[in-house]
Each structure stands twice: as structure tokens, then as C-alpha cells.
T-cell receptor, first 114, second 111 residues
Framework: NAGVTQTPKFRVLKTGQSMTLLCAQD?????MYWYRQDPGMGLRLIHY???????AKGEVPDGYNVSRLKKQNFLLGLESAAPSQTSVYFC?????????????FGPGTRLTVT | GQQLNQSPQSMFIQEGEDVSMNCTSS?????WLWYKQDPGEGPVLLIA?????ELTSNGRLTAQFGITRKDSFLNISASIPSDVGIYFC???????????FGKGTHLIIQP
């Protein structure tokens, strides 16, 4: 039982390049989330999904796209990377069950855009 | 976008001391959570609070959900070296929503 895993762990991109971050969870959770964390800041919500085939915008969605084609996977895409997208990206998942409040976080992906 | 006001920003304490940190918001939340983050890792849940006025303990940790639903505090008693890390408060309005995080309290323990 791996929990929430993220691929890759580190990546360096040049401005204008594209990439996809993969998040996978094996807990059969309905809800999944993408956050970014900048130095000295708390995590900020980028996009989230309440089920397979659904996505919604969070607090800072500009420059990102997401897809949830399978329940266990949530992809975060950067079409044209910018230096302002240098950050640590965290994925999280959560059960929709009554009384379930905890979001489980992955280990993060550290992205540098030069 | 809203972020929670978390204080203090950092704390330098001696091993064995008690620690207190708090979080305030201009908006109400239905759930308050406290997470700890170690270097190079994702946040891990410490305590979740579901009702206004609730006081909950988890070992040496105690947290309270403010009666106005706009604030919460976390206390750590008798700190030990493994308590070092960054502590985040987070608020949630409804079950499917993402979390709104504070900027964190960096706890440093001097032996």
C-alpha cells in the first residue's frame, strides 16, 4: 500500500517547455487535489477533482491544466512553463466517506523553470 | 486568494518547553486541521477539529477549534527533538473542497 505517489521527484524545464506531473493513489479515494508550495508560503490549491472525469479550479489555476481519466490518477500539465511556476508541487487525495476529513499528501515534485 | 494568518512565523525553544501557535481567518470554516511537514516531504495530519469549541488531544498535542469558527490553536507539551519541523494550520469549508493553509510555524528546538 503505497498511498499517494508522485512522478517525477525533480524536474528542470526551460521557459516555454511543457510537462506533465503524475499523481497516483491506491486508496480508492474519490477526491484528488494539486497544490503548489512556494518558499515561506503555505500550500495553495491549483485544481481539484471530485471524481473520475471531473475537474475544478482552485485558487491559482492559471497556466495549468488537469485531467482525471482514471479514478486513481490525477495529472497536472504545464503547457508553456514560466519561471513563476518554479515551485514544489504536492498531490493529495481524500475519501468522500462520511466523517473522512484527512487529505493524504504525496512526497512532492520539485520543479525548476529556467 | 485567502490564506490564514498563522503565528508565530518561527519559534526557537529549549527541549522540554511547551509550544503554542495559532491561526486566524477572516472567513469561517467547518473543519480546522493541523499538519506537520518535515524537510523534503509532504504534510502529515496531526489533529482534525470538526466542531466549534472542540478541544482535541493527540498525545502531547492539543488543539482547539475557536467558538467563532475563525480561529484555532495548537499546543505541544514537553517538546522533544523530533518535534522540529514546520506546522501548518488549514481550514476547510466543505468535504470536497481543497484546504486553505496558513504560512506555517517553523519550530526549532535547541538541545
Amino acid at each position: 500500500n503505497a498511498g499517494v505517489t508522485q512522478t517525477p521527484k525533480f524536474r528542470v524545464l526551460k521557459t516555454g517547455q511543457s510537462m506533465t506531473l503524475l499523481c497516483a493513489q491506491d486508496m480508492n479515494h474519490e477526491y484528488m487535489y494539486w497544490y503548489r508550495q512556494d518558499p515561506g508560503m503555505g500550500l495553495r490549491l491549483i485544481h481539484y477533482s471530485v471524481g473520475e472525469g471531473t475537474t475544478a479550479k482552485g485558487e491559482v489555476p492559471d497556466g495549468y491544466n488537469v485531467s482525471r481519466l482514471k479514478k486513481q490518477n490525477f495529472l497536472l500539465g504545464l503547457e508553456s512553463a514560466a519561471p513563476s511556476q518554479t515551485s514544489v508541487y504536492f498531490c493529495a487525495s481524500k475519501s468522500a466517506g462520511l466523517g473522512s476529513y484527512e487529505q493524504y499528501f504525496g512526497p512532492g515534485t520539485r520543479l525548476t523553470v529556467t | 486568494g485567502q490564506q490564514l494568518n498563522q503565528s508565530p512565523q518561527s519559534m526557537f525553544i529549549q527541549e522540554g518547553e511547551d509550544v503554542s501557535m495559532n491561526c486566524t481567518s477572516s472567513s469561517i470554516f467547518n473543519t480546522w486541521l493541523w499538519y506537520k511537514q518535515d524537510p523534503g516531504e509532504g504534510p502529515v495530519l496531526l489533529i482534525a477539529l470538526y466542531k466549534a469549541g472542540e478541544l482535541t488531544s493527540n498525545g502531547r498535542l492539543t488543539a482547539q477549534f475557536g467558538i467563532t469558527r475563525k480561529d484555532s490553536f495548537l499546543n505541544i507539551s514537553a517538546s522533544i527533538p523530533s518535534d522540529v519541523g514546520i506546522y501548518f494550520c488549514a481550514g476547510q469549508w466543505s468535504g470536497a473542497d481543497g484546504l486553505t493553509f496558513g504560512k506555517g510555524t517553523h519550530l526549532i528546538i535547541q538541545p
